[in-house]
Structures are given as structure tokens and as C-alpha cells.
T-cell receptor
């Protein structure tokens, strides 16, 4: 399809396991964002890429969270040694331009991570 | 960090009724966005507001950027069943940052 896709859609991990979440942005989109959405809450910003450069990672909650976008298209969010508090939906969004206020972000369906 | 408050938290309305929800903050925002999220999907942008006092419509939806730049409201007229979902406001503090702060959402249910 032409939208943002994410995989897997659902992931169950045992506490302490590492997980990797994938985002395929809309083709040609320069900016890519990751958000964390806890149950019953709005999305919370994690990190932002412009092409392959990670320009803002101020929202990453700990050094267990790592994101990359090596070729400026697909991005992976990795969580090491998962904890129960990491359980959430992880949303990816992309935008055509440099991510300014008039640059519409298109969201993917999210990956629901459950840590047991 | 910055926080947005949305009210009401949830609402049940009859099909055909008008709906009003709002979003407030203790901080001044330069941009306000309204999103709708359906179950199992990501948020979809409904309306974007860029100037204090701005009133913008998108079909049956109307949103306004408060004069104080600390609030915004969203109205939906003549609600229909497909309006069911969670409505989020999001604000951006400055024109150069890339991250938006989202409110906790208003859950709308439409009764036939």
C-alpha cells in the first residue's frame, strides 16, 4: 500500500528479551518519527530522523531504547532487556518535508508490544 | 514535561447531535493539531491550526486556535456513527521543533 507500514503488528516478549520493531515510511518521505502510546494515553514523542540523521532523541526513555534509519528509508526501533513498563503501542509516522509545523505526519498502525 | 488536558475524557451522544471538545495547556503553543484514532490504527490528522484566533473547518468539523494560544476546541456537527473514536489534540511549542505534545484524548461514542 501507499501508507506507513509497521511490523510486527503484535509482539509478546518475556521480560529481559530484546525486541526490534520495523517501520516502512511512505516512499520519498524525508522525516520519520517514533512515538510510544501507553494504554488510554496519547502518543509520546520518542525520536525523529531527517533522512538517515537522527536529529532528536530526547524522548527515548532510557539507554535501552535505540533507533536507526541507516539508508534514510526503513527504520528500526530496538528495545534491549525489555521491562513491563515498556508495554505500549509503538507508532511510527513519516512526513514529506523536514518535519516542521506545516508538514503533515502520516502514522502507521503501530506495533503493540506486551512484555510479560 | 509539557502537558495538555482534554475534556471531556469521554462522551456518549446520539446520532445527529453536535459535539464539542476542548484542549487546554499551561504553555503557549504555536501550532495546534486535531487527530482522530480508530481502534488498531494510527492517528489521522483532521485539522491543523497555525495562528491565534484561527477558525478552520473540514466538512462537519470546525476547530479554533484560542486567542491566548493556550487552548483549542473541536466541534463536530450532526454526528454520525463513523465519528466514533478517540480525538487527540496535539501542540507544538515552537516553529522549529519536530516533536508534538499530545493530549490524553477524548473518547467519543455515538449511539444510533
Amino acid at each position: 500500500g501507499a501508507g506507513v507500514s509497521q511490523s510486527p503488528r503484535y509482539k509478546v516478549a518475556k521480560r529481559g528479551q530484546d525486541v526490534a520493531l520495523r517501520c516502512d515510511p511512505i516512499s520519498g518521505h524525508v522525516s520519520l518519527f517514533w512515538y510510544q502510546q501507553a494504554l488510554g494515553q496519547g502518543p509520546e514523542f520518542l525520536t525523529y530522523f531527517q533522512n538517515e540523521a537522527q536529529l532528536d532523541k530526547s524522548g527515548l526513555p532510557s539507554d535501552r531504547f535505540f533507533a536507526e534509519r541507516p539508508e534514510g528509508s526503513v527504520s528500526t526501533l530496538k528495545i534491549q532487556r525489555t521491562q513491563q513498563e515498556d508495554s505500549a503501542v509503538y507508532l511510527c509516522a513519516s512526513s514529506l518535508g523536514a518535519g516542521g509545523p506545516t508538514d503533515t505526519q502520516y502514522f502507521g498502525p503501530g506495533t503493540r508490544l506486551t512484555v510479560l | 514535561g509539557q502537558q495538555l488536558n482534554q475534556s471531556p475524557q469521554s462522551m456518549f451522544i446520539q446520532e445527529g447531535e453536535d459535539v464539542s471538545m476542548n484542549c487546554t495547556s499551561s504553555s503557549i503553543f504555536n501550532t495546534w493539531l486535531w487527530y482522530k484514532q480508530d481502534p488498531g490504527e494510527g492517528p489521522v490528522l483532521l485539522i491543523a491550526l497555525y495562528k491565534a484566533g484561527e477558525l478552520t473547518s473540514n466538512g462537519r468539523l470546525t476547530a479554533q486556535f484560542g486567542i491566548t494560544r493556550k487552548d483549542s476546541f473541536l466541534n463536530i456537527s450532526a454526528s454520525i456513527p463513523s465519528d466514533v473514536g478517540i480525538y487527540f489534540c496535539a501542540g507544538q511549542l515552537n516553529n522549529y521543533g519536530q516533536n508534538f505534545v499530545f493530549g490524553p484524548g477524548t473518547r467519543l461514542s455515538v449511539l444510533p
